[in-house]
């Protein structure tokens, strides 16, 4: 069962929640989604302290005004820790822009990642053209609302197997899409459209990483991101079958399989 915690930060309400004790393993949540895409893992998980947020803007999480630098969100998560009293290295698990979060978060306070998780993600920065078609998401999202990017996300999000076969896995997408704030999905595409590049920063990872990809992801192909896992130097590349950007919830099997391997890995 997962406790909530409401924490302060900027005026705003943040939500995060616990389950399990032992060595934590934070998970952040892709976008326009929120902590619930993780259950599977939580559930399936034991001999850990398991704490989920919702950034800011999704979810229970509040959201502020503007553009959301991915540095604001990794800033968020050490105020969450540091309010959850969690001091010790973590594992950071995270998905698409939670990936995206990760290399601030790491940067920001080097030694505070002891393993690494980044599924079905990217290193390199949006072209000019992608970042301009964010920024005109974010508008439409403020003139018209969170409606506006539900369909096609969903389309980009789900292998075409999931989405003929899993309406539930689907519709609980669906229900997490909705639940996002207009200012919090704005803000998060303004500032993933300015995330800088971090391919240089690859090989000078030094923690034990596992990367994961969906097989039919559509946003994030498993040739780049093998390519990429190729560059940091200790680490596993794990191909998920049957799944395509949300490879937690598409096939909760053979990745729960993956992340316990990792995380009792000596």
Do not use: C
């Amino acid at each position: 069962m997962l406790n909530q915690r409401t924490i302060e930060i900027d005026g705003l309400k943040l939500a995060a929640f616990e389950s399990g004790s032992g060595p934590t393993v934070l998970f952040v949540h892709g976008y326009p989604l929120n902590h619930a895409m993780w259950r599977e893992q939580i559930e399936a998980l034991s001999g850990f302290r398991m704490v989920a947020v919702d950034l800011r803007g999704f979810g229970a999480s509040e959201a502020s005004l503007g553009a959301t630098p991915m540095s604001r969100f990794a800033a968020d998560l050490h105020e969450t820790l540091d309010a959850l009293k969690i001091s010790e290295p973590i594992v950071y698990v995270g998905l698409s822009m939670g990936g995206y979060v990760a290399w601030p978060f790491m940067e920001q306070r080097p030694g505070r990642v002891r393993r690494l998780v980044l599924a079905d993600t990217r290193v390199i920065a949006d072209d000019e053209k992608g970042a301009q078609a964010r920024r005109e998401t974010a508008q439409n999202v403020l003139d018209r609302g969170v409606e506006v990017v539900e369909e096609s996300m969903i389309e980009k999000l789900f292998s075409p197997t999931t989405r003929k076969e899993n309406a539930a896995v689907v519709e609980a997408a669906r229900a997490m899409i909705r639940q996002a704030r207009p200012a919090g999905v704005a803000g998060a595409l303004l500032g993933m459209a300015d995330r800088p590049d971090v391919s240089d920063r690859l090989s000078s990872l030094s923690i034990p990483t596992l990367v994961i990809a969906g097989a039919d992801d559509a946003i994030s192909s498993p040739t780049e991101m093998e390519g990429f896992a190729r560059a940091i130097p200790d680490s596993e590349f794990v191909r998920v079958e049957r799944a395509g950007h949300m490879t937690p919830m598409e096939n909760p099997e053979q990745f729960n399989a993956a992340l316990t391997r990792f995380l009792k890995k000596k």
